[in-house]
Nanobody
């Protein structure tokens, strides 16, 4: 099993920056990559970023490319999500997820079914 704990959420104003942290513990060696998703009230869970542990390859949807940056510290089993120029529509609960096998094609990393472990989420609220 892998346990994931997110932190860093909070209330910010539009235009501000925020960095989320996800710490993985347990059988982290069994995972090949991590992802961040978000879910606003009344909407489906949305993929925002993913990264492979090996090589640090990343993938983003076009909707966040350039504003959100995912990074990892493999020695600390930690993944970060840096969010810049935040907008009210970024308001959501942000979830960290771990995948046993991401695969070589980054465009496939956006599927939530690819991920085997999920954190409890951290709330991010952006005021206008």
């Amino acid at each position: 099993q892998v346990q994931l704990v997110e932190s860093g959420g909070g209330l910010v104003q539009a235009g501000d920056s925020l960095r989320l942290t996800c710490v993985a513990s347990g059988r982290t060696w069994s995972t090949s990559g991590m992802g961040w998703f978000r879910q606003a009230p009344g909407t489906e869970r949305e993929f925002v970023a993913a990264i492979s542990w090996s090589g640090g390859l990343t993938y983003y949807p076009d909707s966040v490319k350039g504003r959100l940056t995912i990074s990892r510290d493999s020695a600390k089993n930690t993944v970060y999500l840096q969010m810049n120029s935040m907008k009210p529509e970024d308001t959501a609960v942000y979830y960290c997820a771990a995948a046993k096998y991401l695969g070589p094609n980054g465009s496939h990393w956006s599927s939530s079914t690819l991920y085997d472990y999920w954190g409890q989420g951290t709330q991010v609220t952006v005021s206008s």
